[in-house]
């Protein structure tokens, strides 16, 4: 089983080592970006499972009490040695950064110099008026009532 999850923390961690506000990481562009992360994470598992003859199904239930799963999430990832720790993750992003460097060093066409932690940081300082007002205007096409 698979529990894919909107997670916006290494962002947060990522912003705050390089001196940036979280903020905009409350808002509901990130909120729905993260979900559409999620979703897309999930079909690509589908797919890859159903390529593989494999039988697939999305399990609505899960949401029907939130809490409880992500309680039970953050008591897994507790008791396992999966948890990252600090160390190891400031590791992975440097690695990952020299990985998204050599990509974009490789490009033949729009290359540029820039790495993922830099490119998290430089997110933060960006709050497009309109997109900060997405909640609103799905809110008055009538998509949130409660």
Do not use: W
């Amino acid at each position: 089983m698979f529990v894919i999850t909107a997670d916006l923390h290494r962002n947060a961690e990522i912003a705050q080592e390089k001196g940036k506000s979280t903020e905009v990481l409350g808002s509901f562009d990130y909120c729905l970006r993260s979900f559409s992360d999620a979703f897309i994470s999930a079909q690509n598992i589908v797919i890859a499972a159903e390529s593989m003859g494999l039988g697939t199904v999305y399990l609505g239930s899960i949401l029907n009490d939130a809490q409880a799963v992500i309680d039970l999430i953050y008591c897994i990832f507790q008791n396992t040695l999966f948890l990252l720790s600090a160390e190891r993750l400031v590791h992975n992003l440097e690695n990952y950064d020299q990985t998204v460097s050599q990509y974009y060093d490789l490009r033949s066409k729009n290359r540029r110099i820039d790495t993922f932690t830099n490119q998290i940081a430089k997110a933060m300082d960006k709050h497009p008026e309109k997109r900060m007002s997405m909640l609103d205007v799905l809110k008055s096409q009538g998509f949130i009532q409660y």
